[in-house]
């Protein structure tokens, strides 16, 4: 009778969740891979069209100094990316600088912001083109005026 109830405590191994939370792990894990190799594939290709080298949007830090130079800003912007709160305001617009240079809207912004997992690609296989930092061309200025 003693060595039934040892047989049943032991059939029921201590560990026996421990299973479903390592598949879930597991698989959670190769989702967020496939999401991020999305997202270097995407930053890859969008550096490209802007007539940067490629690899340049993989390097950390040195891919947020490109977008930079990408969207026409200075490069201590980065320095402002670091300040608590601020930083987050200037990641968003400097976002929205690099969305605009390939001549889409505010509201493709939000969509790189919140799913970019989805519109980096879009920016970076469709038809869009880089236009030149913030997407501005170079505005007349009209005759220079003579000196006096």
Known sequence: MVSEKL????????FYCMDSYASFFATFGIVMLVFVGIILISLWKIHEKAGKPGWTGIVPIYNVIVELEIVGKPWWWLLL??????????SIWTVNLLVKSFGKSEGFTV??????FIFLPILAFGDSQYQGPSGKSPQYTGPELPAI
Request: no cysteine; net charge positive; charged share 10%.
């Open 81 to 90: 990316m670091f300040i608590p709160y601020v930083g987050i305001i200037w």
């Open 7 to 14: 047989k049943s405590r032991n059939s029921i191994s201590p």
């Open 111 to 116: 969509g790189v912001i919140l799913l970019p």
